[in-house]
């Protein structure tokens, strides 16, 4: 679950992604966010990290036998 600040955060960089990006964009930070506790400010980290790797490798297809 997201705190406030980290929903804002959120928000803040969903407004920087062209709207027909961002499902696959949420879609890559949900499995790079999966399994942690996030420290403050971790969310923002990870979401440009992300957002890096999307602009740079585009959404990575995966086959069932990848989702650990």
């Given at each position: 679950?997201?705190?406030?600040?980290?929903?804002?955060?959120?928000?803040?960089?969903?407004?920087?992604?062209?709207?027909?990006?961002?499902?696959?964009?949420?879609?890559?930070?949900?499995?790079?966010?999966?399994?942690?506790?996030?420290?403050?400010?971790?969310?923002?980290?990870i979401?440009?990290?992300?957002?890096?790797?999307?602009?740079?490798?585009?959404?990575?297809?995966?086959?069932?036998?990848?989702?650990?």
């Amino acid at each position: 679950m997201l705190t406030d600040e980290q929903q804002n955060q959120l928000k803040d960089i969903l407004r920087l992604i062209p709207p027909d990006e961002q499902a696959a964009f949420l879609d890559m930070l949900a499995h790079d966010l999966r399994g942690r506790d996030l420290d403050r400010g971790e969310l923002r980290r990870i979401a440009e990290h992300t957002w890096r790797k999307f602009l740079q490798h585009g959404w990575p297809m995966h086959s069932p036998g990848d989702v650990a």
